[in-house]
Each structure stands twice: as structure tokens, then as C-alpha cells.
């Protein structure tokens, strides 16, 4: 009697199995990603058709990628020159944020040099898409709307056409009709992806995919789908705020660091020539807890304003919030300012803000934090020509930062008259003057001494 094959039913989100199908998996709590898996079957006693032998790399010619610019300078800084050819890009982003605009104008700017375009919309009608670009004034020769559903049909009728770039929006609103289940559900979404991914590097078309994002901040979708793809975007921006960040999560062609800083208005979204102006106004306040740092952001300085605010409760659990740092930093740094500076934050409530919506990741604005929340809770204004530039550790001491002359540079330019920089920092031929310090105390002596 022949042995009954058991199917195997996997997660494609955090790879649990289950020998019975469900609609939700009891690991991450995803709902339709359990998948049916086919066994793959095994040559006869073992044998493989045919052997390819290994390439030593050393033999290997590595060739430059010609790069297609976008005809936006911030993207192409992000993409680390442009568009790769057979590269496909993922960019994700929230509903409203300026996904499309975006593309539209990059499909409009490329057309304008000579490059033919086809913008597929699955979400879109042409009607309304045109509309868009009359608006923005994008009504330019050489990009075509394909506004359909089938998207194998589309992809054929690019190949066939000969097209330089394809935009696909979104990957969540089409479906293959070779895999089961609902558009936007994880196998179709993969199995649209595989069809893009397939087709630009078969015929070399850069090709883009728009990606809806989750509640939770996350492109929609297995996380298969980053993997697939060569570069992962992602534009974001607060509702009540005109400025968009543009950032890369993923890049095999260039830097994740870059970040990309674009201006909606009703003409569509242009580029800020200013960066460190939009973060930092140069208002002189004399307000406590205001220190400014120069952080860095791929290949350019920001100056970043931090904010701080202590104020006494009478509960035994003091809050503590942050916007733009992580509080977990932030309570850090009160607890190193307590243990080697002496100065108490128990009684307080603290808030700590940095101005404009910038994130910081930089380990670089440490001091700044910290000097912005010892004058906040000493209630004592910094000096506002002051910057502050290095990395604290929990012995209290200061480490210097990476390009520590770019920063300076950078804060000579906003006209700021002394930096104050970590002792160990190389000698450099500084534009303005620096003061080094070689621990968190002498920050209070220096300038927290009523």
C-alpha cells in the first residue's frame, strides 16, 4: 500500500509549519500567509545531472554599473547616482505621503532627456493620473500611463516596446493568476514581484515598485519581498509638515546612509537646497535646554536642535518622553548625567524634542543631548554661538566623531563661533574655535555654573 504524502502548510512571514491549513498563523499572528510546500524531488541514488565548477574571484572582472540619472539631484544622492539598469527598487511609503508625485516627476524628468517611460497603475485611472500631471505640469512626450490590472500583459507590451524605465504601482494592487488567493495577499505579492523582478533583469529596464505600509510601519507584504528586490526606499513625512525624508533601507549599488530631503507644495515636491536652515532657524531665544549639534547624514552635516524640558511632579514615576531620539537613549543619558555629573532628574518629568521632526541616529549628538538636558534641568541657558559635537559613554567620558572637520565646517558655515569636540579628536586646522573637553563634567564647569 502506497504511503500517503502529508501536506506541509509554511508561514511565508516567520516560517512556522503546520500540517493543517489556517487563515492565521499562531506564531506572528499574520493573517494568509500559511503556504502549501511542494517537495522538491530527489535525483535517483543521489546523483546530480551535472556539476559547475566554482569561479575563483580573483579571476573575476568587476565592471562599473552605468548609472541612468533620475533628474532629481536628492534621489540620485539616495540611489548613490542613479537608477542601475535591471536594478528594481521597492519604495514604500504611508497613503498621502507623495509616492506617486514623486515617480510622476521622475517619469516626466527622464522622459524630457529622451528616455521612453511607462507609468503601470493598478490604483489609478489615466483619467486621474493626468489630471495629476497637468497639475504639476508634467505633461511631457515620451511617458506613456498603462492603468490595468493585468499586469503580465503590461510587462509584455514594455518588453515589446523597448521602454528605459518602468514604474509599477503598486505591487499590492495587482494579481497573478498562476497563484491562489486575493491581490495584496503574501503569495501574490510575491509571485507580482517575481514577474517585475524577472522581466527587468531579463530586458535590463530599471524598474520601480510601490509598496503600500502597515499600521505598524512596515511595507506590506512577506518579508520576502525586500530580499527580492535590489534597493528598498522609504519616504515619510509628518501629515501636518510640508517636508519629506527619503531614506534606503536597502542598497546593493551605493550607501544606506544618504538621506534625501524633499518640500511638498502644490507644484509637487522640490528638492531643500538648505537642509541644516530647515532643521535650525539661528532664532536666539535665551530659553534653557537648547543645545545644537552638527549631525551627520550620509555625505552631509545637519545642524540639529535639541530641546529639552524638566519639570518637577509630585509623582514617584516621573515620565520620560522623546520625540526624533529613542527614549531608551535618552534615559541613558540621564542616568550617566546623574551618577557622573551629579545632577538629579528623579523629581522631574522630562521631555526631550528634537526641532523639525529630524531623527537622530547619529551617536555623535550624545553631547548635545546631554548638555541640553543638564541646562533644561539647571535652568540655565547655553551659549546659543555653541555647538556640540561627540559621543558619550557611560564612564561620562567623551569620544570624538566620525569627520569631525566636515561638521565644524559646517557650523562655520551657519556662523557659529566655537565647537565643543571630545579631547581624543585628531589636530585639524579647525574654521572656527574648538573647545576640548575630555569628560561630561566639564560641560557643567564650563558653562552651567551659576
Same mark, same amino acid.
Given at each position: 500500500?502506497?504511503?500517503?504524502?502529508?501536506?506541509?502548510?509554511?508561514?511565508?512571514?516567520?516560517?512556522?509549519?503546520?500540517v493543517?491549513?489556517m487563515?492565521?498563523?499562531?506564531?506572528?499572528?499574520?493573517?494568509?500567509?500559511?503556504?502549501a510546500?511542494t517537495?522538491?524531488?530527489?535525483?535517483?541514488?543521489?546523483l546530480?545531472?551535472?556539476?559547475r565548477?566554482?569561479?575563483?574571484?580573483?579571476?573575476l572582472?568587476?565592471?562599473?554599473?552605468?548609472?541612468?540619472?533620475?533628474g532629481?539631484? #536628492?534621489?540620485?544622492?539616495?540611489?548613490g547616482?542613479?537608477?542601475?539598469?535591471?536594478?528594481v527598487t521597492?519604495?514604500?511609503?504611508?497613503?498621502?505621503?507623495?509616492?506617486?508625485?514623486?515617480?510622476?516627476?521622475v517619469?516626466?524628468?527622464?522622459?524630457?532627456?529622451?528616455?521612453?517611460?511607462?507609468?503601470? +497603475?493598478?490604483?489609478? *485611472?489615466?483619467?486621474q493620473?493626468?489630471?495629476?500631471?497637468?497639475?504639476l505640469?508634467?505633461?511631457t512626450?515620451?511617458?506613456?500611463?498603462?492603468? #490595468?490590472?493585468d499586469?503580465?500583459?503590461?510587462?509584455a507590451?514594455a518588453?515589446?516596446?523597448?521602454?528605459?524605465?518602468?514604474?509599477?504601482?503598486?505591487?499590492?494592487?495587482?494579481?497573478?493568476?498562476?497563484?491562489?488567493?486575493?491581490?495584496? *495577499?503574501?503569495?501574490?505579492?510575491?509571485?507580482?514581484?517575481?514577474?517585475?523582478?524577472?522581466?527587468?533583469?531579463?530586458?535590463?529596464?530599471?524598474?520601480?515598485?510601490?509598496?503600500?505600509?502597515?499600521k505598524?510601519?512596515?511595507?506590506?507584504?512577506?518579508?520576502?519581498?525586500e530580499?527580492?528586490?535590489?534597493?528598498?526606499l522609504?519616504?515619510?513625512g #509628518?501629515?501636518?509638515?510640508?517636508n519629506?525624508?527619503?531614506?534606503?533601507?536597502?542598497?546593493?549599488?551605493? +550607501?544606506?546612509?544618504?538621506?534625501?530631503?524633499?518640500?511638498? *507644495? #502644490?507644484?509637487?515636491?522640490?528638492?531643500?537646497c538648505?537642509?541644516?536652515?530647515?532643521?535650525?532657524?539661528?532664532?536666539?531665544?535665551?530659553?534653557?535646554?537648547?543645545?545644537?549639534?552638527?549631525?551627520?547624514?550620509?555625505s552631509?552635516?545637519?545642524?540639529?536642535?535639541?530641546?529639552?524640558?524638566?519639570?518637577p511632579?509630585?509623582?514617584?514615576?516621573?515620565k520620560?518622553?522623546?520625540?526624533g531620539?529613542e527614549? *531608551?537613549?535618552?534615559?541613558?543619558?540621564?542616568?550617566?548625567?546623574?551618577?557622573?555629573?551629579g545632577?538629579s +532628574?528623579?523629581s522631574?518629568?522630562?521631555?526631550l524634542?528634537?526641532?523639525?521632526?529630524l531623527?537622530?541616529?547619529?551617536?555623535?549628538?550624545?553631547?548635545?543631548?546631554?548638555?541640553?538636558?543638564?541646562?533644561?534641568?539647571?535652568?540655565?541657558p547655553?551659549?546659543?554661538?555653541?555647538?556640540?559635537?561627540?559621543?558619550?559613554?557611560?564612564?561620562?567620558?567623551?569620544?570624538?566623531?566620525?569627520?569631525?572637520l566636515?561638521?565644524?565646517?559646517?557650523?562655520?558655515?551657519?556662523?557659529?563661533?566655537?565647537?565643543?569636540?571630545?579631547?581624543?579628536?585628531?589636530?585639524?586646522?579647525?574654521?572656527?574655535?574648538?573647545?576640548?573637553?575630555?569628560?561630561?563634567r566639564?560641560?557643567?564647569?564650563?558653562?552651567?555654573? +551659576?
Amino acid at each position: 500500500m502506497a504511503k500517503k504524502e502529508i501536506s506541509v502548510y509554511k508561514c511565508s512571514e516567520c516560517g512556522y509549519q503546520s500540517v493543517t491549513m489556517m487563515g492565521k498563523c499562531p506564531k506572528c499572528g499574520s493573517w494568509g500567509t500559511l503556504e502549501a510546500e511542494t517537495p522538491i524531488a530527489a535525483a535517483k541514488n543521489g546523483l546530480v545531472a551535472s556539476v559547475r565548477a566554482a569561479v575563483p574571484i580573483s579571476g573575476l572582472e568587476a565592471e562599473e554599473q552605468e548609472r541612468i540619472p533620475s533628474g532629481i539631484e #536628492e534621489l540620485d544622492r539616495v540611489l548613490g547616482g542613479g537608477w542601475v539598469g535591471g536594478g528594481v527598487t521597492l519604495l514604500g511609503g504611508e497613503p498621502g505621503v507623495g509616492k506617486s508625485t514623486l515617480l510622476l516627476q521622475v517619469c516626466a524628468e527622464m522622459a524630457k532627456v529622451g528616455n521612453s517611460v511607462l507609468y503601470i +497603475s493598478g490604483e489609478e *485611472s489615466s483619467g486621474q493620473l493626468a489630471l495629476r500631471g497637468r497639475r504639476l505640469g508634467l505633461m511631457t512626450r515620451g511617458l506613456d500611463l498603462l492603468c #490595468e490590472s493585468d499586469l503580465p500583459s503590461s510587462l509584455a507590451a514594455a518588453e515589446r516596446h523597448g521602454y528605459k524605465f518602468i514604474v509599477i504601482d503598486s505591487v499590492q494592487a495587482f494579481r497573478a493568476d498562476e497563484e491562489s488567493g486575493w491581490a495584496g *495577499s503574501p503569495a501574490q505579492v510575491k509571485a507580482v514581484a517575481s514577474m517585475a523582478v524577472e522581466t527587468a533583469k531579463r530586458c535590463g529596464i530599471p524598474t520601480v515598485l510601490v509598496g503600500h505600509i502597515t499600521k505598524q510601519g512596515q511595507i506590506a507584504g512577506p518579508k520576502l519581498l525586500e530580499h527580492m528586490v535590489d534597493v528598498v526606499l522609504l519616504f515619510s513625512g #509628518e501629515h501636518n509638515s510640508p517636508n519629506r525624508l527619503l531614506r534606503a533601507e536597502k542598497n546593493r549599488y551605493g +550607501s544606506t546612509e544618504e538621506l534625501g530631503i524633499f518640500e511638498m *507644495s #502644490e507644484k509637487g515636491l522640490s528638492a531643500v537646497c538648505d537642509p541644516s536652515r530647515l532643521y535650525w532657524n539661528g532664532a536666539e531665544l535665551g530659553s534653557s535646554g537648547v543645545a545644537i549639534s552638527m549631525a551627520l547624514e550620509g555625505s552631509r552635516a545637519l545642524a540639529a536642535e535639541i530641546q529639552a524640558l524638566g519639570c518637577p511632579t509630585p509623582f514617584p514615576y516621573p515620565k520620560r518622553t522623546a520625540r526624533g531620539i529613542e527614549v *531608551s537613549r535618552l534615559q541613558l543619558l540621564l542616568a550617566v548625567l546623574e551618577r557622573r555629573c551629579g545632577i538629579s +532628574s528623579r523629581s522631574s518629568d522630562v521631555y526631550l524634542n528634537v526641532a523639525g521632526g529630524l531623527s537622530l541616529k547619529d551617536p555623535a549628538a550624545d553631547l548635545a543631548v546631554c548638555a541640553a538636558l543638564a541646562s533644561a534641568l539647571a535652568d540655565i541657558p547655553l551659549p546659543s554661538d555653541t555647538c556640540f559635537i561627540g559621543e558619550v559613554g557611560l564612564a561620562g567620558e567623551i569620544r570624538p566623531a566620525g569627520r569631525t572637520l566636515m561638521r565644524v565646517r559646517e557650523a562655520a558655515r551657519l556662523g557659529f563661533k566655537r565647537a565643543v569636540i571630545s579631547r581624543r579628536t585628531p589636530k585639524e586646522q579647525y574654521p572656527i574655535e574648538t573647545l576640548k573637553i575630555s569628560s561630561l563634567r566639564e560641560i557643567i564647569d564650563l558653562f552651567l555654573k +551659576s
